[in-house]
């Protein structure tokens, strides 16, 4: 299984991206999607999940109302658009896929394969 990221960039605050990550695999609907973020120093944190049937979305406190995330299973993709960006929300943003329980979403170890990353900078 490979993840590819991409749609990272610079924007203001009050801004708007959209990430997307092209999954690679024969079994892209079996799986649960996620994002995570890492800024620098800090360790790598939960931002939004959604299962594998897509009738289930998890969020982060702190992205809840200004992110969401969707998935195309005809091209495998997974997307998160960013809306109402803060400086806070700069760092490396990361998909990853599992199969995780719906309890344990938020956690990183649950996750199988994971992209490369794509920057996404918020300057104020």
């Known amino acids: 299984v490979q993840l590819q990221a991409s749609g990272g960039g610079l924007v203001q605050a009050g801004g708007s991206l959209r990430l997307s990550c092209a999954v690679s695999t024969h079994t892209f609907g079996g799986y649960v999607k996620a994002w995570f973020r890492q800024a620098p120093g800090k360790e790598r944190e939960f931002v939004a999940a959604i299962s594998q049937n897509g009738g289930t979305t998890v969020y982060a406190d702190s992205v809840k109302g200004r992110f969401t995330i969707s998935r195309d299973n005809a091209k495998k993709m997974v997307c998160l658009q960013m809306n109402g960006l803060k400086p806070e929300d700069t760092a490396v943003y990361y998909c990853?896929?599992?199969?995780?329980?719906?309890?344990?979403?938020?956690?990183?170890?649950?996750?199988?394969?994971w992209g490369q990353g794509t920057q996404v900078t918020v300057s104020s």
């Open positions: 990853a896929v599992g199969r995780p329980i719906l309890s344990a979403y938020k956690s990183p170890e649950m996750y199988t394969y």
